[in-house]
C-alpha cells in the first residue's frame, strides 16, 4: 500500500487538523512551498544586491507568498514559475550571505564559515557532510507512513546534549561524506522516487547546513534531474541500497514536476533570520522540546538560551499558521523540571497540537556508564526513565488535554 492517506492515523481529528497541508503535498494533491516561491518573482538581482537589500526584499515578497499559499491550499492552481530570479533564488542568495557571518543559530558566531579559517560552537566551515539517507521506518506514523520517511541525516550539531541518542553523528564533525547541494539534491530526488512520504532533514542539527538545504531546495524548485554520476556519487551514504524499491515517479510529482513535502526535523535553537528563511520552504515542522526554563539546558547540553529560543520559534509556527507536531523525550529524574514545564507551555499555547512524549531515552553519549566517554557528573541521567517517571508523563499531558497519545502510542 502506497496511500499515507489510507492510514488509520488520520482519522484522529488532531491529526488531521495539524497536518492537513502535509498530507495534501505529501499526496502530491497540492504542490510544496518551495514550488510555490518559485512562482514569486524578484524585481531584484539577488546575487548583485547587498543582504540589507535582499530581506528587505524578502519582507516584501512574504505577503504575497502567504497568499498565495494560502489560495493554493484552498483550491486554487499553482502559476508558472517566474522567468528570471524568484523568492527560492532569494532565500538562497540570503543563505549564503549568513553564512558569511554565521548567525544561522542564536550563538550568533558571527564566523566567515565561507573562509574557513575560524570556526563558531558548530565547529563547521561552508562544507555540509551527510552521514546517511534512507527510509526512515521509526518516526511517526503519520510521517514514515507505508514507505519511509525520506531521512537525510547531517553531522554535527549546535547543542551539546550529554545523553544525545546520535552521539556519533552528532560530535563527530568529519562524520559521514562531503555532499554538495548537487548530491543532496540528489539524495532527495531519489528518496522521493523511491516513495518516500517526505523529505526529513535532520541531524545532528539541521539549521546549521542551512545554506546546503536550501540550495538544496532551489534547485529541487527548478525541475533537477541528477545525473547517473551524481546518482553514484549519493548512494556512497545510502543506508538501505540492498533494499529494493519500486521507482514511483507518479508519487513524486505535481503537475509533472517534482514535488515533496520538506520536513524541518530540528532542535528549533535557531534565530529568526533562519526561521524566515525556512517559512518559506518548509512544509511540515517537527521541534524537539527538550528542557524546561530552568539550569537543566546549560547543565546537559550546554547550551543558554534555550527555553526562550525554543517557545519563541514554536510560538511563531502556531503565529504563521504552519503544520507541525512537537517531540518530547522524558529523561530520567527530569520529569518536574523539563517534562511538566514543557507539557504544561504546549497545553497553554498550542492545546490542539500533535505531540510525541518519547520513552526511548536511554544512557548514550557522556551519560552511558558502559562507554568510554561516560562522566560521573552525568549520574542522575544515567538510566532509562522509570515506568513511574513516564506514567506521570503521560498522565500528566492527559490531565493537561493534550493530542498525544496518536503520536505517542501508534505503532
Ligand atoms: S551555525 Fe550556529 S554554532 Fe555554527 S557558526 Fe553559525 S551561529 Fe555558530
Not at 510544496?32 to 512562482?39: H, L
Not at 511517526?140 to 507512513?145: A, S
Not at 558502559?370 to 492527559?398: F, V
Amino acid at each position: 500500500m502506497r496511500d499515507l492517506a489510507e492510514l488509520g492515523v488520520w482519522d484522529d481529528p488532531a491529526i488531521r487538523g495539524a497536518l492537513s497541508w502535509y498530507l495534501d503535498v505529501a499526496e502530491n494533491r497540492r504542490p510544496a512551498k518551495f514550488r510555490i516561491a518559485a512562482t514569486i518573482a524578484t524585481q531584484l538581482d539577488p546575487g548583485a544586491s547587498s543582504e540589507d537589500a535582499l530581506w528587505a526584499e524578502l519582507d516584501r515578497l512574504m505577503p504575497a507568498f502567504i497568499a498565495r499559499w494560502l489560495a493554493i491550499r484552498a483550491g486554487a492552481s499553482l502559476p508558472q514559475p517566474a522567468d528570471g530570479p524568484s523568492l527560492l533564488e532569494l532565500c538562497r542568495e540570503l543563505a549564503y550571505r549568513m553564512l558569511a557571518h554565521c548567525n544561522f543559530c542564536p550563538w550568533n558566531c558571527r564566523v566567515d564559515r565561507m573562509a574557513g579559517t575560524k570556526f563558531g560552537a558548530c565547529k563547521l566551515a561552508s562544507g555540509s557532510r551527510v552521514s546517511s539517507h534512507f527510509h526512515h521506518t521509526g518516526e511517526e506514523l503519520f510521517y514514515r507512513g507505508t514507505q519511509g520517511s525520506g531521512t537525510i541525516f547531517f553531522t554535527s550539531c549546535n547543542m551539546r546534549c550529554a545523553f544525545c541518542q546520535n552521539g556519533d553523528i552528532s560530535t563527530d564533525k568529519d562524520n559521514g561524506e562531503a555532499t554538495e547541494p548537487r548530491t543532496l539534491a540528489t539524495m532527495a530526488w531519489t528518496l522521493r522516487h523511491e516513495g518516500c512520504h517526505n523529505i526529513n532533514w535532520v541531524g545532528g542539527e539541521v539549521v546549521i547546513h542551512l545554506h546546503t538545504i536550501v540550495d538544496a531546495i532551489a534547485l529541487l524548485g527548478r525541475d533537477f534531474t541528477p545525473t547517473a554520476a551524481e546518482r553514484k556519487r549519493a548512494r556512497k551514504t545510502k543506508a538501505d541500497p540492498f533494499f529494493w524499491f519500486d521507482a514511483a515517479p507518479s508519487a513524486a510529482t505535481y503537475e509533472g514536476n517534482f514535488n515533496a513535502p520538506m520536513l524541518w526535523n530540528s532542535n528549533f535553537f535557531m534565530t529568526p533570520e533562519s526561521m524566515k528563511i525556512l517559512r518559506v520552504l518548509t512544509d511540515v515542522w517537527l521541534p524537539d522540546f527538550k528542557f524546561g526554563p530552568g539550569r537543566c539546558a546549560m547543565m546537559l547540553a550546554k547550551t543558554p538560551w534555550y527555553w526562550e529560543t525554543v517557545t519563541r520559534n514554536v510560538a511563531l509556527l502556531a503565529e504563521w499558521g504552519e503544520d507541525f507536531s512537537i517531540r518530547h523525550l522524558v529523561m530520567p529524574n527530569h520529569v518536574e523540571c523539563c517534562t511538566y514545564p514543557v507539557l504544561e507551555w504546549i497545553a497553554e499555547h498550542m492545546p490542539a497540537t500533535p505531540v510525541n512524549v518519547m520513552a526511548q531515552f536511554h544512557p548514550d553519549n557522556f551519560c552511558d556508564p558502559a562507554g568510554a566517554k561516560y562522566r560521573d557528573r552525568y549520574a542522575e541521567i544515567a538510566r532509562r526513565p522509570t515506568q513511574t517517571e513516564l506514567d506521570d508523563s503521560w498522565r500528566h499531558a492527559r490531565e493537561l488535554g493534550l493530542k498525544f497519545e496518536t503520536a505517542t502510542f501508534e505503532s
